[in-house]
């Protein structure tokens, strides 16, 4: 029996997985951001199938809404045509690949051989099943939370965006003093 | 119901489409985004071991890696601004003083 919740599930895990492939196809980066904010709202709409109401808000106000504005605004800022397709690394080809089909290969061994204890297997593949409902993540339950058992990591962000306020900044500004960054590089 | 190991499939693809992107793609402000699908990637399966487990912490992790992702596109923007001031160009293969 299909339930609306799988039905669901798959439209948006369709959309998101279109979306990520979109954006790898794409060659203007104005298109990929758009494929970004495509599937930046389908996963809200996981998050709201898993139960998860705050995260979802919260996915669509700061990623969708923040910080793709951020990276529509340079585009845009920057004037970002197509990108161009040049030669690949000689080093890439001569160790990365090889080196990446290597660690694939041991990952999938490592997984393949242990598939069958009881670590991997703790309730978490077979047939577990997730119910909506079981986690209220709404704002009045994960409040609390925020406020008294990730206190002190969450007044660390707070000074972690203030330092990132004032990095990009300093960064984004242009340089007019003596002693700062430097102006061009001839080449 | 949805089993558990479908979100984690998807949260699979969506990690492997950011590093590919990351891996082929010579724009660098495709680059970011490539990194911000795969923190994505990574949220979705925070939030449904959270769903499975039956404990908010995991939305709470979400909650700060949205911060965290926030403050690294206000830095990384403002470094590709910085980058373009500079070198006039937004295609990684020229700007290539440290390779080999």
């Known amino acids: 029996m299909i339930s609306l919740h799988l039905i669901l599930f798959l439209f948006f895990g369709a959309i998101t997985v279109a979306g990520a492939v979109n954006l790898?196809?794409?060659?203007?980066?104005?298109?990929s951001a758009l494929s970004l904010i495509a599937v930046m709202a389908a996963l809200a709409?996981?998050?709201l199938l898993l139960g998860a109401e705050f995260v979802a808000a919260v996915q669509v106000i700061v990623y969708a809404g923040a910080i793709m504005v951020l990276f529509v605004f340079t585009i845009m800022l920057l004037n970002a045509g197509e990108e161009e397709r040049t030669q690949g690394s000689r080093v890439a080809v001569l160790?990365?690949?090889?080196?990446m089909l290597l660690g694939s290969l041991l990952v999938a061994w490592v997984v393949l051989k242990h598939s069958g204890t009881e670590a991997v297997?703790?309730?978490v593949w077979d047939s577990a099943s997730i119910s909506a409902?079981?986690?209220p993540g709404s704002p009045e339950t994960i409040g609390p939370l925020l406020f008294h058992e990730f206190l002190l990591p969450f007044e660390?962000?707070?000074?972690l965006i203030l330092v990132a306020i004032m990095g990009a900044v300093v960064l984004a500004s242009r340089p007019t003093v003596p002693g700062g960054p430097p102006q061009k590089v001839k080449d | 119901m949805v089993p558990?190991?479908?979100y984690l499939v998807l949260s699979g693809i969506l990690f492997a489409c950011g590093v590919t992107g990351f891996l082929i793609k010579r724009n660098i402000i495709t680059i970011f985004m490539s990194i911000e699908l795969m923190l994505n990637g990574v949220n979705l399966s925070f939030v449904a071991f959270a769903a499975h487990w039956h404990v908010l912490?995991?939305?709470v992790f979400v909650f700060f890696v949205m911060v965290v992702a926030a403050a690294e596109a206000a830095v990384g923007l403002a470094i590709i601004i910085a980058v373009y001031r500079t070198r006039e160009t937004l295609n990684v293969d020229q700007v290539n003083l440290l390779k080999l």
């Open chain 1, 121 to 123: 297997n703790a309730g």
């Open chain 2, 4 to 6: 558990l190991s479908y």
């Open chain 1, 95 to 99: 160790f990365g690949i090889p080196g």
């Open chain 1, 45 to 47: 709409g996981e998050y």
């Open chain 1, 133 to 135: 409902r079981s986690v």
């Open chain 2, 57 to 59: 912490s995991g939305q």
């Open chain 1, 24 to 31: 790898l196809v794409q060659r203007h980066p104005i298109n």
């Open chain 1, 156 to 159: 660390i962000t707070s000074i």
